[in-house]
């Protein structure tokens, strides 16, 4: 809760410095400078697509006012959004993808790689994937950042892949970027054998680690993750690494939700 707390905020990137123009004029120009930096970091980041040309789609005002472009591309038409600060991608969608070779099985390690290597190549670092679901030859990854080997699961980012190929057809950080920041993380007061002894007898564990939850909007908390099963459905359960107490617990209805990558 940072309720009556001191907090530090500082930007991580941003496409100019602070200045003062002397006219309406000079502001008009240097707005249509910065939404050119904008259209160049775009080409930038779909490089690897084989840009043809880019449009201008607008600006949308939201928690993070953002540049829209459209960008035809040799895998297809691309729709992105770049935040007026800093430049990041915060949204992208590939659009006909009828193009692309798709199957019905799950991505392999060498897809989760190139998932990464995306991430990374967005300025994204150290993220871990934490979920996975398939439908109709398309895997979507939610990732994660890890801090000190915390699962932080308010900093996500969601990756949308062609499961055979692993090229990437769609992607949304506006969670990670609202999000992300170095946290002061507590030491957990109970220990994992300690956390565990929390749960029903009945479930059988088959996995636990630390993550940070968001229990509100603005309230955090460190818990231990527990996968485990119970008359052949799998749970997933958080008891609090700092109480004691059970703060969440869900249920994977049938397979549909996905899987939990550990």
């Known amino acids: 809760d940072l309720y009556g707390k001191q907090v530090e905020v500082s930007l991580l990137a941003f496409l100019r410095a602070e200045q003062k123009f002397s006219s309406v004029e000079a502001l008009s120009k240097q707005v249509h400078s910065d939404i050119e930096t904008a259209k160049n970091m775009a080409k930038d980041y779909f490089n690897d697509y084989g840009v043809k040309d880019l449009l201008d789609s607008g600006e949308t005002s939201s928690q993070i006012p953002c540049y829209n472009f459209t960008i035809n591309t040799d895998l297809g038409e691309v729709y992105a959004q770049i935040s007026k600060v800093g430049g990041k991608l915060l949204l992208f969608t590939l659009n006909n993808q009828s193009n692309l070779d798709v199957d019905s099985d799950g991505p392999t390690q060498r897809e989760y790689s190139k998932a990464i290597d995306f991430l990374s190549s967005v300025g994204i670092k150290n993220a871990k994937p934490v979920w996975s679901q398939t439908t109709g030859g398309y895997t979507t990854v939610n990732f994660v950042s890890v801090q000190d080997g915390v699962i932080i699961y308010p900093d996500m980012v969601k990756v949308k892949m062609a499961a055979s190929s692993g090229i990437i057809v769609g992607y949304e950080a506006y969670g990670y970027y609202m999000n992300f920041i170095k946290r002061t993380l507590p030491k957990p007061v109970l220990g994992e054998v300690s956390a565990r002894a929390k749960i029903n007898t009945a479930f059988d564990v088959k996995s636990a680690r630390l993550s940070v939850i ?49």
């Open 214 to 262: 968001p229990k509100t909007a603005s309230v955090e908390e460190l818990c231990y993750e527990f996968s485990a099963l119970y008359q052949g459905d799998t749970y997933y359960i958080y008891i609090s690494a700092i109480t004691g107490k059970q703060v969440e617990m869900f249920k994977v209805v049938n397979g549909t939700e996905g899987e939990l990558l550990m």
